[in-house]
């Protein structure tokens, strides 16, 4: 390693070192995380199903930053039981993906202080209705029939998992290049 090649100035050093490690973690982890989310996909379309109950739902939400203006999202995150060779297990995975991003959604029980988002969404007022109406309600449950605690309500792929992984790839590849453009150096 030939330190003396190194042609930047101090701001641009400390970003390099700081921020290009964080982006290439950050961008390699959403394109790691879509492929496996995908890969638990495909494979929960051949789990068996059996009728399970959905014991609780909640609304969840995320905030969503677009061109400098910030909207939220509502999902309803179901919880249910279902039985299995008499085991009773419980779940409250839609996907088979969903426990690699269910941090990025917050309980409607802590919302942000910074939007009123009970009054201004009207996704989140028919979100609410629907919940009164499901709780006790019969549903389909699919699961994996190797491992039966894993389960989900939708056995398909979701197109939503394709912009991960879109994402992640462009921003990987694009950051990894450019580290190796300003390290290269170095090593000459």
């Not at 290439?24 to 494979?43: E, H, Q, V």
């Not at 609304?59 to 509502?74: G, P």
Request: proline content about 4%; some cysteine; aromatic content about 16%.
């Amino acid at each position: 390693m030939n330190l003396n090649n190194w042609q930047l100035d101090i701001t641009a050093t400390i970003f390099v070192c700081i921020f290009f490690p964080l982006f290439i973690y950050f961008s390699y982890w959403l394109f790691i995380s879509g492929i496996i989310g995908l890969y638990r996909m495909i494979k929960s379309r051949k789990w068996k199903s059996t009728l399970g109950k959905i014991t609780n739902a909640e609304i969840k939400y995320t905030e969503i930053n677009v061109d400098h203006e910030t909207s939220s999202r509502a999902a309803i995150v179901k919880e249910y039981t279902y039985t299995v060779d008499g085991k009773e297990y419980k779940s409250d995975q839609t996907y088979a993906s969903d426990s690699l991003f269910s941090k990025d959604y917050k309980s409607l029980n802590k919302p942000s202080t910074k939007y009123d988002l009970h009054d201004s969404n009207m996704n989140f007022i028919n979100s609410d209705r629907e919940i009164k109406n499901m709780i006790g309600t019969p549903t389909r449950v699919y699961y994996n029939p190797k491992k039966p605690h894993k389960a989900c309500l939708v056995p398909r792929v979701h197109g939503q998992i394709f912009i991960g992984i879109f994402m992640g790839l462009i921003a990987s590849s694009g950051i990894t290049y450019l580290t190796f453009h300003f390290v290269k150096p170095l090593f000459n």
